[in-house]
T-cell receptor, first 112, second 107 residues
Framework: EPEVTQTPSHQVTQMGQEVILRCVPI?????FYWYRQILGQKVEFLVS????????KSEIFDDQFSVERPDGSNFTLKIRSTKLEDSAMYFC??????????FGQGTRLTVV | GIQVEQSPPDLILQEGANSTLRCNFS?????LQWFHQNPWGQLINLFY???GTKQNGRLSATTVATERYSLLYISSSQTTDSGVYFC?????????FGKGTMLLVSP
């Protein structure tokens, strides 16, 4: 069964460093998303991506964040100059012509 | 934006019991999904149910879009059902999640 895959599963980084989280969406899907979940809290929307551009972004998605689809299969989230409060589980999701979204297993980011 | 409220926030059951989780939302939606977040943090799709009723084994869900609520039924609960259940809705594309119901099923 097709699935969204994310790497790495865990990432520990020092405050101020840049991190890149990687995702391979389901192959025939057209819409891609990043969400995050701070420990013990609800899942929050960061950004959506369609047709090689950002279609929607939340207030959380400031200049510190960027997304890219560098090739036909990968979808990345870059966080520049990480802060302690960026520690969270980051989920990638994708959806096709229908609206049902499928989520990856997540990347747990810890900023120390 | 759309507001999503889930109840109850916490639920403790004995194995074999049945339960109903509720999701209320503030506006009309084109997408409603139920997820189970397992102890490893993965979000598992349970149902895509913007309207109507669906069943999958011991789980079933009903969404009454005109009254802006959805219900998730868990019958004959098992310890493996433990975790957080999220309802998420969207008007067009991006999902807004509720705060979840944390379910603990004890043996």
């Amino acid at each position: 069964e097709p699935e969204v895959t994310q790497t790495p599963s865990h990432q520990v980084t020092q405050m101020g460093q840049e991190v890149i989280l990687r995702c391979v969406p389901i192959s025939n899907h057209l819409y891609f998303y990043w969400y995050r979940q701070i420990l013990g809290q609800k899942v929050e929307f960061l950004v959506s991506f369609y047709n090689n551009e950002i279609s929607e972004k939340s207030e959380i998605f400031d200049d510190q964040f960027s997304v890219e689809r560098p090739d036909g299969s990968n979808f990345t989230l870059k966080i520049r100059s990480t802060k302690l409060e960026d520690s969270a589980m980051y989920f990638c999701a994708s959806s096709g012509q229908g609206l049902e979204a499928f989520f990856g297993q997540g990347t747990r980011l810890t900023v120390v | 934006g759309i507001q999503v409220e889930q109840s109850p926030p916490d639920l403790i059951l004995q194995e074999g019991a049945n339960s109903t989780l509720r999701c209320n939302f503030s506006d009309s939606v084109n997408n409603l999904q139920w997820f189970h977040q397992n102890p490893w943090g993965q979000l598992i799709n349970l149902f895509y149910i913007p309207s109507g009723t669906k069943q999958n084994g011991r789980l079933s869900a009903t969404t009454v879009a005109t009254e802006r609520y959805s219900l998730l039924y868990i019958s004959s609960s098992q310890t493996t059902d433990s975790g957080v259940y999220f309802c998420a809705v969207s008007g067009y594309s991006t999902l807004t999640f509720g705060k979840g119901t944390m379910l603990l099923v004890s043996p």
